[in-house]
């Protein structure tokens, strides 16, 4: 009995298929990671979008007396007080001057809650997991601990900061 052989289209599906199949498996490999980009002075820096709950423009902060440098008050945010952080501060760099295009940004990481002063929010993005590189080992040694990662961003290095860490060592200095 002779052989058939499958026609040219056949195959030609058959490929279309295993090509599809493949572009699917690598799209669920490269995981999306939400990225809140903002700056400082003129440093990029971002948080991770499941850490960042809102973006505020800067209202009156109240100084609470007896608090960190860092620490510069708090606000209210539609009845809930917030306390806000001067992040520049807090990584010993120079305080961050507010302006028109200055936010509020509040995170929440490990059951910790606070604003962050930022001078500008850049984007919020989705990027690739295997976009984020690990740290360079150039980093102010005040800085390294609370850096989870770097990536390009409009041709600028954006560092990727680690809420729980910044939390973790804010609650430790208050």
């Known amino acids: 009995m002779e052989e058939t052989q499958p026609f040219k289209s056949d195959r030609i599906l058959e490929e279309i298929r295993k090509r599809k199949s493949q572009d699917q498996d690598t799209q669920q490999e490269e995981e999306q990671v939400k990225l809140v980009v903002f700056t400082l002075e003129d440093h990029y ?3 991770k979008g499941g850490d960042v709950k809102e973006i505020l ?3 009156k902060i109240s100084r609470v007396p007896g608090t960190p440098e860092f620490m510069l008050g708090i606000i209210n945010v539609r009845g809930d007080i917030q306390s806000v952080i001067d992040i520049n501060l807090f990584m010993g760099l120079p305080s961050t001057q507010t302006s028109p295009d200055s936010r509020i940004v509040i995170a929440e990481n490990n059951g910790v809650r606070s604003g962050i002063l930022v001078d500008r929010v850049q984007d919020v993005l989705d990027m690739p997991g295997n ?8 980093l102010k040694d005040s800085i ?3 850096v989870a990662g770097e ?5 600028h290095n954006v560092t990727l900061l ?3 860490k910044l939390f973790e060592k804010m609650t430790e200095n208050l």
Do not use: C, K
């Open 144 to 146: 390294r601990y609370f």
């Open 57 to 59: 423009t800067v209202q």
């Open 162 to 164: 680690d809420a729980g």
């Open 151 to 155: 990536f390009a961003y409009r041709h």
């Open 131 to 138: 976009a984020i590189q690990q740290p360079i080992s150039t």
């Open 45 to 47: 820096y971002a948080l």
